[in-house]
């Protein structure tokens, strides 16, 4: 099970509830990221990414999950 947390930052703080939707769309987006040998780098980017779609307010984890694969070019679940 992969954990969104060790990538947040001290320096903005999230409610447990976005917390939670975000490690659900960690999880679902990491299931969906193909294995290219850098398995550590491509986790910390979906996790930024899917950070910066929670601070601007997104907290469904469906919709988490598809931004941060959109952004990294991969088509996610539908």
Known sequence: M???DPFLESTHSFDP???K???EAFEAACRH???????AATRELIARRIIEHAKGGERD???LCEAA???LGVRGPT
């Open 21 to 23: 939707a975000m490690g």
């Open 2 to 4: 992969a954990s969104i």
């Open 33 to 39: 990221i193909p294995d290219t040998g850098q398995a």
């Open 17 to 19: 509830e976005a917390t």
């Open 69 to 71: 694969l959109a952004d």
């Open 61 to 63: 984890p469906a919709r």
